[in-house]
């Protein structure tokens, strides 16, 4: 990831280049990834698959960790490629509605501190995926410009 001058802070990413922007928005993409398989692991884990309707014990398949990974991993590669702004914005404010819900559930806490992490993350990477579509100079054109 390419860094701001303050040092190695992935909430300062230096947006200025079209490799700043480009390793702040692949860097999203791996974030949508890790968010998208978390999403599974843990409905996996605490036993979310199955949701009781009615009562007399019946169940039903829960489809939504499965949505939030597919629209994690189309996420995932259209930030990978530098693009993706609504895709990435849909998972931002997925995230930003689970945040909200261990905030207000005063639960799972560490939960929420990957949460805002990714969601940080996220942000950067929209920020840098605007950026590129913008059109920032590469670092070959920068050069070229004091020659």
């Known amino acids: 990831m390419s860094y701001s001058e303050h040092g190695s802070r992935f909430w300062q990413v230096d947006l200025t280049t079209a490799d700043g922007a480009r390793s702040a928005a692949r860097s999203a993409g791996t974030a949508a990834f890790i968010y998208g398989g978390l ?3 843990v409905a996996m884990l605490f036993g979310q698959l199955f949701v009781p309707i009615g009562k007399y014990g019946q169940t039903s398949f829960n489809l939504m960790p ?3 990974s597919f629209l ?5 590669f259209r930030l990978r490629d530098g693009k993706g702004l609504i895709a990435g914005s849909l998972l ?5 509605f689970n945040v909200l819900a261990n905030l207000a559930s005063l639960s ?3 939960g929420t501190a ?4 990714v ?3 996220l942000v950067q990477g929209l920020r840098g995926a605007s950026a590129l579509r913008r059109g920032l ?3 070959d054109e920068e050069l070229a410009a004091f020659d």
């Open 114 to 117: 990957i949460n805002v992490v």
């Open 92 to 96: 931002a404010v997925v995230v930003v």
């Open 119 to 121: 969601l940080i993350v």
């Open 108 to 110: 799972g806490w560490g």
């Open 66 to 68: 499965f949505g939030i």
């Open 72 to 76: 994690a991993v189309v996420a995932g």
């Open 137 to 139: 100079a590469t670092a």
């Open 39 to 41: 999403a599974v692991l």
